[in-house]
C-alpha cells in the first residue's frame, strides 16, 4: 500500500492465514549496530536491517555527525567512519524513536562541541532524567530541562572515566547507552545499576553481544555491574536478526485465525527478549491467568488483545513501565478494549486486566480504535479484527515507526483492508 488512508478497515477473513512472512529486521539490534558502527574506524556492512522511521533516524543523525552511512539495498547498511563523531550543524530531532534518543544522548558526549537531541511530541514527554544525572556524575556537562527531551549535551571529546550508577527502572535503555559509550572512555569505567531493577534485562545482553561483535571488552563484574576498557570499537561486518515484537504479530494472528504461518526463522533462534512470548501465544486460547510482562514489554499489547478471546481472563503483571512508551499502553490497552466492549478491561494500579470472552470472535462490533501515534496499538488491535467485524484502525501508517510493510503483510496474506474515513 502506497499511500495509507486516514483510516482502515479490516474485514475479518474467513480462512485461517497461511504464507510465508519474513519479519523485517530487528529495530533494536539495527539502532545498536549502526551507532557502533559509527564509533568504529572503517567500514561495518550491516545485512539484514530494518528500514523504518526509527533507524532512518539514526542514520540521519549519524550522517549529520560526519558518517557516511550508505543504503545499497533495502536491508543493508554500510556505515563508514573515522571511529569519532563530529558536532552537527543543527540539533538532532529523533521522532519517538526511545532507542536513538537514549543511545545518542549518551554517545554524544563523546563529541569535541555542543550538541542538542530533541525528539517529538511524544519524546518530550518520556524521561530521560537517570540518564542525563549518570552522564553528570561522569564529568560530562549534560543538561535537560524538563527531565525528558531536549538534552544539551557540550561534549570535550571524551566519555570520562570512573564509576557511574544507573537507575534503569525507568528505562533499560539508560544502561544500554552507557553499555555502548563507555569503550571510549579516557580509561576503564565501571557501570554499577542502583534503585530499582532494570526492566527487560534480555535488552542489556543484546547491547552486550552487538559491542563484542564490534570488538569491546565487557567484563560482567556481579549481576549489576560491568567494567569497560577504553577499547573504542573495530568495524566489522554483522547480520541483524528479524525483529522479535514483529514477530508477535505474526505468532497472534497464526492462533487466531487457526492458520500456519512460516516465519523463516524458529522462535528459539532469537535473541531478542520478546521471543519469550511465542511460549505464551502458543498456549492460546487458555494463556495463562497471570501473566509476568516485565522480560517481553513490547510484546504485552499483542498478547492483551488475544487475551480477549482468551478462555479466561487474563492479569499482566510487571508492566508499569509500559507507561511511559510511546503512549501510556496500560490505558491505552484497556481504552481501546473497552472500545470495542465496555467492561472488556480494566487498570488495577499498574497492572492490566483484561475479561477474556471467546464469545467475541466472529461478532460484528464496531469500532474506530485509536492508535496514539503508538505502532503497537495499530498492530496488536488490527488483530482483533481479524475475528471481530467493523474494527476501524486510525493512524495506520503510524506502523511505519518498526514495521512499515505491516498492511501490505496482512494484504499479502488475504486480509482486506478497506479505507475508512
Ligand atoms: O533497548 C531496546 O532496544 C529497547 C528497550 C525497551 O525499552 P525500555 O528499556 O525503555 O523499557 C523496549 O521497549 C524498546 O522497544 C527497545
Ligand atoms: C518502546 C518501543 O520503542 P522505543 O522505546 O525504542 O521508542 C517499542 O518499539 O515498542
Known amino acids: 500500500m502506497t499511500a495509507l488512508p486516514a483510516a482502515l478497515t479490516i474485514i475479518p477473513p474467513n480462512h485461517p492465514l497461511v504464507g510465508r512472512v519474513s519479519p523485517p529486521g530487528s529495530k533494536s539490534i539495527t539502532n545498536r549496530a549502526l551507532l557502533l558502527a559509527a564509533l568504529a574506524k572503517g567500514t561495518s556492512r550491516l545485512t539484514g536491517a530494518l528500514k523504518s522511521k526509527d533507524?532512518?533516524?539514526?542514520?540521519?543523525a549519524l550522517r549529520q555527525m560526519g558518517v557516511s552511512v550508505e543504503e545499497p539495498d533495502a536491508t543493508s547498511f554500510v556505515v563508514t567512519?573515522?571511529?569519532r563523531l563530529q558536532a552537527p550543524e543543527g540539533p538532532l530531532v529523533l521522532g519517538n524513536a526511545g532507542t536513538a534518543v537514549r543511545f545518542l544522548t549518551a554517545a554524544v558526549a563523546t563529541v569535541d562541541g555542543t550538541v542538542v537531541v530533541d525528539g517529538d511530541e511524544h519524546m518530550r514527554v518520556r524521561p530521560i532524567a537517570p540518564l542525563v544525572a549518570a552522564?553528570?556524575?561522569?564529568?560530562?556537562?549534560?543538561?535537560?530541562?524538563?527531565?525528558?527531551?531536549?538534552?544539551?549535551?557540550?561534549g570535550n571529546g571524551s566519555f570520562g572515566k570512573g564509576r557511574?550508577?544507573?537507575?534503569?527502572?525507568?528505562?533499560s535503555q539508560y544502561v544500554s547507552a552507557l553499555l555502548m559509550a563507555a569503550p571510549l572512555g579516557e580509561g576503564p569505567i565501571e557501570i554499577a545499576l542502583t534503585g530499582s531493577d532494570i526492566?527487560?534485562?534480555?535488552?542489556v545482553d543484546l547491547t552486550i553481544a552487538a559491542m563484542r561483535a564490534f570488538g569491546a571488552e565487557v567484563e560482567q563484574v556481579d549481576a549489576g555491574t560491568w567494567r569497560l576498557q577504553p577499547s573504542g570499537y573495530r568495524s566489522t561486518d554483522f547480520a541483524i536478526e528479524p525483529d522479535a515484537s514483529a514477530a508477535t504479530y505474526l505468532w497472534g494472528a497464526e492462533v487466531l485465525t487457526g492458520g500456519t504461518i512460516d516465519l523463516g526463522v524458529a522462535a528459539d533462534a532469537f535473541t531478542q527478549p520478546d521471543a519469550a512470548a511465542q511460549a505464551v501465544i502458543a498456549q492460546f486460547p487458555n494463556m495463562p491467568a497471570v501473566i509476568d510482562g516485565s522480560q517481553m514489554q513490547d510484546a504485552v499489547p499483542t498478547i492483551a488483545v488475544l487475551a480477549a478471546f482468551n478462555n479466561h481472563p487474563v492479569r499482566f503483571v510487571g508492566i508499569a513501565n509500559l507507561r511511559v512508551k510511546e503512549c501510556d499502553r496500560i490505558a491505552a490497552v484497556s481504552t481501546e478494549l473497552q472500545r470495542i466492549r465496555p467492561g472488556l478491561a480494566e487498570e488495577d494500579g499498574d497492572d492490566l486486566i483484561v475479561h477474556a470472552d471467546p464469545g467475541l470472535a466472529g461478532q460484528t462490533l464496531p469500532a474506530r480504535i485509536e492508535t496514539y501515534a503508538d505502532h503497537r496499538i495499530a498492530m496488536s488491535f488490527a488483530l482483533a479484527g481479524l475475528r471481530i467485524?467493523?474494527?476501524?484502525?486510525?493512524?495506520p501508517a503510524c506502523t511505519g515507526k518498526t514495521y512499515p510493510a505491516y498492511w501490505d503483510m496482512l494484504a499479502g496474506l488475504g486480509v482486506k483492508l478497506e479505507p475508512a474515513e
Open 55 to 60: 533507524t532512518v533516524l539514526m542514520a540521519a
Open 135 to 154: 552522564l553528570r556524575s561522569l564529568g560530562i556537562d549534560a543538561t535537560s530541562e524538563s527531565g525528558c527531551p531536549p538534552i544539551v549535551v557540550k
Open 389 to 395: 467485524g467493523g474494527i476501524t484502525i486510525l493512524d
Open 164 to 171: 557511574v550508577e544507573i537507575d534503569g527502572g525507568l528505562s
Open 199 to 203: 526492566g527487560a534485562r534480555g535488552y
Open 81 to 83: 567512519s573515522t571511529g
